[in-house]
């Protein structure tokens, strides 16, 4: 069983950084595709960004230019490299995965989600 654990959320500044960090603990074939979504009070989950297992990588235009994506498929992890944030960018952030079990099932899984507020 393959399970995920974000962390690294907390209360930032506006114009300042965050690091989110989120680690894949378990066994599993493969992890495949993994992604960072985000959902503000009212609002719908969204997409952030996300990464194939090659690296390959996009992004919300929301974040684009300001939030980097990055994993080390070694440690079965995954990072959201937060800059420049802004008000807005409040919500709790959810890890994503695809993984493939030991035998064969596809399974999409979430972690429990970090808060980020961004307030002065």
């Known amino acids: 069983q393959v399970h995920l654990v974000e962390s690294g959320g907390g209360l930032v500044q506006p114009g300042g950084s965050l690091r989110l960090s989120c680690a894949a603990s378990?066994?599993?074939?493969?992890?495949?595709?993994m992604g960072w979504y985000r959902q503000a009070p009212g609002k719908e989950r969204e997409l952030v960004a996300a990464?194939?297992?090659?690296?390959?990588?996009n992004y919300a235009d929301s974040v684009k230019g300001r939030f980097t994506i990055s994993r080390d498929n070694a440690k079965n992890s995954l990072y959201l490299q937060m800059n420049s944030l802004k008000p807005e960018d409040t919500a709790f952030y959810y890890c994503?995965?695809?993984?493939?079990?030991?035998?064969?099932?596809?399974?999409?899984?979430w972690g429990q989600g970090t808060l980020l507020t961004v307030s002065s």
């Open positions: 378990g066994i599993a074939r493969s992890i495949n595709d």
């Open positions: 990464s194939s297992r090659n690296g390959n990588t």
């Open positions: 994503h995965a695809r993984v493939v079990t030991l035998d064969y099932r596809n399974l999409e899984l």
